[in-house]
């Protein structure tokens, strides 16, 4: 109701379908501030149809709604209604008659869909009249066009021109205009609107705004995945002392029950970045966010409607990727959803973490920035440096197509209503868990068996034997000093030992000092033995296979063994780099372990494995390629096809292979 005619648009497009419908006029309250006052009663007569006042916000109007639905049967349809001149509604119908020659559908030749193509080009019943009769039906249209334009028809602005006509002679006489509520509220407004929307001091504000949100992205919710990572862990380690040593405990344990914790884990993040992003939807922000960013994007091919899809794939490709169904125009949508995933997502920060705290130095630059912290940026920047270019490409190649104009309704500043709020982070949250959740649990199986089979064993034997050599040297000792039961009790695994040393009173663990020393040197024995059998699975094979590839990138087969095994998602490169170098699958990126052994790991000749170069070509990697099975399966569902999914995973693979391999060869050219 605050931009009534405006909006009355799209009220005259579905009268035209003759269907039994209600007008729902929202947002009354706003229009009433901004000094319009609607006669309802006048409004129904004229368009025939029920009119009701609705302040949604607030509940008023929606019982009466509410009772106008219940019986559909009983709501009045619109009957002859039309915007267009006698001489439009000829054509049209010559155009429907030769469509119907033409064998198209008698369900597509009902008046409103046939002046479709008629006043839009491209658009989508045009594209059904191609596709059921082909040629024919695009010549039919093109006679149609023709003959409307040689008699003076503007194509390309009749369809606004007589609709808001219809609108002002009909609808007009119903609204009125009165001032004095709404000039304060539009002063209020746009004096807001002068520095938020200001080519300088708007983009210092977003740029402020957006810094303050990842800030909070982060630190809000990092307690929570932390609280997650240790229930699932406390999951894992239950589980697992109930179930001998195996692949059912295996699997259990780190496939399902750790692809659970792969899902749960970045929960917080998507629930945070939501409740920011309905917060500023609510107050009327985020329009002047896509107002400002169309143009930066509208130089890309894009508009600023592609700027909420982007944003939110900082925190997760898949919200960002389902956030674009807002954009109208089908091939700005597609490319949108295909340079969402360059984004920086926080199942990459893992890795940048990892090697920022290896490889780059603590200091600061001028006294104020950290190195680490503008490292951290510089890898951020990366996919957001590529994604401009590439959809510039894309528009320009695959989905060719002239930057439509962009046109956003900038709403009243308003206060967010709680509930509203809540309901948005919950509905994305549940998308997020049902429909990624699956996904990423599946993978994290999958890689569990490659990572598990086939099973050696002689490395099975090997490891066996020498944990016994273990337990029979600390047995001994506690023989020596006494104590029989511990001796005879003779645990091999370090969980064993655990449990023993549990079950023991204060004097007796104090008499036995050295059982801490036999719980850890089994656990490391597990370890060791972990890695070696990984090496030694079919994961490890096809890192072996594919170590001539990655060489030029300056990795080795254990490197090309964690990215493989991080494809399903990137995350699982730190556990598989855990395993790798004999820490167990547990480790994180704050494992001061896992720092000290990438820094010390070797190539057979005694070189370092990882060096400086080695280290950004990883996470230039890590930066642009598509390693997540779950950003994979939505693009499919939001496609409708795997062939965009196939291509969005062909093409970043292949950019962040270049990428990574031009960073290792001119780091190390550079760095000698």
Request: aromatic residues 8%; hydrophobic residues 50%; charged residues 20%.
């Amino acid at each position: 109701a605050s931009n009534i005619e405006r909006n009355l648009f799209l009220t005259t497009q579905v009268m035209e379908l003759g269907l039994p419908m209600v007008l729902a006029l929202n947002m009354a309250d706003v229009a009433r501030e901004n000094g319009l006052e609607i006669d309802t009663q006048a409004l129904s007569r004229t368009l025939g149809i029920p009119v009701v006042e609705m302040v949604a916000r607030t509940g008023k109007g929606v019982r009466e709604l509410a009772g106008l639905l219940e019986a559909p049967e009983e709501l009045p349809a619109p009957r002859d209604f039309h915007v267009y001149t006698d001489e439009f509604a000829a054509e049209r119908e010559r155009l429907a008659d030769r469509l119907r020659e033409a064998g198209v559908p008698q369900a597509w030749l009902q008046p409103f869909l046939v002046s479709r193509p008629l006043v839009e080009t491209a658009g989508m019943v045009e594209q059904l009249a191609l596709e059921s009769a082909g040629e024919k039906a695009r010549t039919a249209i093109d006679e149609g066009r023709a003959a409307l334009e040689a008699k003076g028809f503007r194509l390309r602005s009749l369809e606004a021109g007589a609709r808001y006509r219809w609108i002002r002679e009909n609808a007009g006489p119903c609204i009125l205009e009165t001032s004095p509520g709404g000039a304060h509220s539009m002063q209020f407004s746009d004096r807001v609107d002068a520095i938020l929307t200001h080519r300088v001091w708007g983009v210092a504000v977003f740029v402020l705004l957006m810094a303050l949100v990842f800030q909070a992205i982060f630190s809000w919710s990092a307690p929570l995945m932390d609280l997650i990572e240790e229930g699932v862990g406390t999951l894992g380690e239950s589980v697992g002392a109930m179930l001998p040593e195996g692949p059912v405990r295996s699997f259990l344990v780190n496939g399902v029950i750790a692809g659970v914790g792969a899902v749960l884990v970045f929960l917080p993040q998507i629930c945070v970045l939501f409740l920011f992003i309905a917060l500023l939807e609510d107050v009327g922000y985020m329009a002047r966010a896509a107002f400002l960013m169309d143009r930066l994007l509208s130089r890309a091919g894009l508009s600023g409607r592609s700027f909420i899809p982007m944003l939110s794939s900082f925190a997760c490709a898949i919200p960002g990727i389902m956030a674009a169904r807002s954009i109208e125009n089908p091939r700005d949508r597609l490319a949108t959803i295909l340079v969402a995933p360059l984004m920086s997502c926080a199942a990459r920060l893992p890795v940048y973490t990892l090697f920022i705290a290896a490889f780059i130095p603590p200091e600061r630059v001028l006294g104020i920035f950290n190195v680490q912290g503008l490292t951290l940026l510089a890898m951020y920047f990366v996919g957001v440096a590529v994604a401009i270019p590439m959809a510039f490409l894309l528009k320009r190649t695959l989905l060719r197509q002239k930057t439509p104009s962009f046109l956003i309704e900038l709403p009243p500043y308003r206060r967010p209503l709680v509930l509203n709020v809540l309901h948005r982070v919950v509905e994305r949250a549940r998308e997020f868990l049902v429909r990624a959740g699956t996904i990423i649990l599946a993978a994290s199986m999958v890689i569990w068996a490659l990572s598990y089979y086939p099973r050696s064993g002689e490395v099975e034997r090997t490891f066996d034997a020498l944990a016994a050599e273990v337990t029979d040297r600390y047995t001994a000792l506690a023989a020596e000093a006494g104590h029989d039961v511990v001796a005879e009790a003779a645990p091999t695994d370090a969980q064993a030992v655990a449990v023993l040393a549990d079950s023991l009173d204060a004097e007796t663990r104090a008499a036995l000092p050295f059982l801490e020393d036999w719980e850890a040197e089994l656990a490391q024995l597990e370890h060791e033995r972990g890695g070696e059998l990984l090496r030694q699975s079919f994961l490890g094979r096809m890192g072996r296979a594919v170590e001539p590839a990655v060489a030029p990138l300056g990795w080795d087969w254990r490197i090309g063994m964690a990215a493989i095994a991080s494809f399903p998602a990137r995350e699982v490169i730190i556990a598989t780099l855990g395993v790798i170098f004999d820490l167990g699958p547990e480790t994180d990126e704050e494992d001061t372990r896992l720092v000290d052994r990438v820094r010390a790991a070797e190539r057979p000749d005694g070189s370092p494995l990882f060096t400086f170069p080695v280290a950004l070509s990883i996470m230039v990697f890590f930066a642009l390629c598509l390693q997540c099975a779950a950003t994979l399966a939505i693009m499919r569902q939001e496609t409708n096809t795997w062939r965009w999914p196939a291509f969005a995973f062909v093409y970043m693979t292949a950019l962040a292979y270049v990428g990574a391999m031009l960073t290792y060869q001119i780091a190390s050219a550079i760095l000698g």
